[in-house]
T-cell receptor, first 115, second 113 residues
Framework: NAGVTQTPKFRVLKTGQSMTLLCAQD?????MYWYRQDPGMGLRLIHY???????AKGEVPDGYNVSRLKKQNFLLGLESAAPSQTSVYFC??????????????FGPGTRLTVL | AQSVSQHNHHVILSEAASLELGCNYS??????LFWYVQYPGQHLQLLLK??????LVKGIKGFEAEFIKSKFSFNLRKPSVQWSDTAEYFC???????????FGTGTLLAVQP
């Protein structure tokens, strides 16, 4: 099993360009999350999904869109990249709701630089 | 709203020294608490978690944490660190009718051989 994979691993964009990050999981987990990690700020939740066809906003959703057309995939889109979106992006998955005690499993991350 | 504070941003220790990383949270209800570790260049991995029962939780690689409800704390400890423990450590909390994790800002641990 691959677990949680992210594509691409690295990307450099120019301001205003668009791109999509792909998160794929083979663990049959219901919940999926997108975080960004910035120095000194920990991980902040961008968007999440509690099942196929659902999405919801997290702590820092502005400038991002997401889609969950298939249970195993969670896409994060940047329509018009800005330098403030330079970050490391992590996807995570979790089995269904269980009072918040379930573990989240993280992908390897995507390092994005916006010039 | 939930929040998590990690007061030690950067810790430097020599091998065999004891480790304690502080974590305090803000939330009035039942919480679930986690410590994740991120080794250089790698993704986050779960070290240990608490959601009920014995407040002293043992995790992987000799780490443990103690949930002290009266102090809203969940400090991470290890009696003797190794060079391979060099990593960034994140405390996180979830609670209430949500599966969202709130992370602290992380503590960067450097262990000198």
């Amino acid at each position: 099993n691959a677990g949680v994979t992210q594509t691409p691993k690295f990307r450099v964009l120019k301001t205003g360009q668009s791109m999509t990050l792909l998160c794929a999981q083979d663990m049959n987990h219901e919940y999926m999350y997108w975080y960004r990690q910035d120095p000194g700020m920990g991980l902040r939740l961008i968007h999440y999904s509690v099942g196929e066809g659902t999405t919801a906003k997290g702590e820092v959703p502005d400038g991002y869109n997401v889609s969950r057309l298939k249970k195993q995939n969670f896409l994060l889109g940047l329509e018009s990249a800005a330098p403030s979106q330079t970050s490391v992006y992590f996807c995570a998955t979790q089995t269904g709701y269980s009072g918040g005690s379930n573990t989240q499993y993280f992908g390897p991350g995507t390092r994005l630089t916006v010039l | 709203a939930q929040s998590v504070s990690q007061h030690n941003h950067h810790v430097i220790l020599s091998e065999a020294a004891s480790l304690e990383l502080g974590c305090n949270y803000s939330y009035g209800g039942t919480v679930n608490l986690f410590w994740y570790v991120q080794y250089p260049g790698q993704h986050l991995q779960l070290l240990l978690k608490y959601f009920s029962g014995d407040p002293l939780v043992k995790g992987i690689k000799g780490f443990e944490a103690e949930f002290i409800k009266s102090k809203f704390s969940f400090n991470l400890r290890k009696p003797s660190v190794q060079w391979s423990d060099t990593a960034e450590y994140f405390c996180a909390v979830s609670g209430g009718a949500t599966n969202k994790l709130i992370f602290g800002t992380g503590t960067l641990l450097a262990v000198q051989p």
